[in-house]
């Protein structure tokens, strides 16, 4: 079992940076792939960015690249995601997760394991 928690979340406007965390306890998963995804109220869960060893970094929207960059401590089984330059539409509750395997995907059934999510505003 592993458990998950989010933090860093915040109310912050346009252009402003944020760091999210996201520690772990439990069994170890060093080997499996870690992501954040994100989540606005009445749509899907969308897939953000993954790391893995064999993997390294991986952002899935095109609105993220270049300023979104994730990483990771393996001694730590931590995950951080370094958010900069936001916008009103990065708004959203963003939730960490590590998967079965691994390869690093996008889809939200490949992950196992989540936590409960940190709320990220941004205003305009």
């Known amino acids: 079992q592993v458990h998950l928690a989010e933090s860093g979340g915040a109310l912050v406007q346009a252009g402003d940076s944020l760091k999210l965390t996201c520690t772990s306890s439990?069994?170890?998963?060093?080997?499996?792939?870690m992501a954040w995804f994100r989540q606005i109220p009445g749509k899907e869960r969308e897939g953000v960015s993954c790391?893995?060893?064999?993997?390294?970094?991986?952002n899935y929207p095109d609105s993220v690249q270049g300023r979104f960059t994730i990483s990771r401590d393996y001694a730590k089984n931590t995950l951080y995601l370094e958010m900069n330059n936001l916008t009103p539409e990065d708004t959203a509750i963003y939730y960490c997760?590590?998967?079965?395997?691994?390869?690093?995907?996008?889809?939200?059934?490949?992950?196992?394991?989540w936590g409960q999510g940190t709320q990220v505003t941004v205003s305009s």
């Open positions: 790391i893995s060893m064999s993997s390294g970094g991986v």
């Open positions: 997760a590590v998967a079965q395997a691994a390869p690093c995907r996008g889809r939200e059934s490949y992950f196992r394991w």
């Open positions: 439990g069994q170890p998963f060093r080997d499996l792939a």
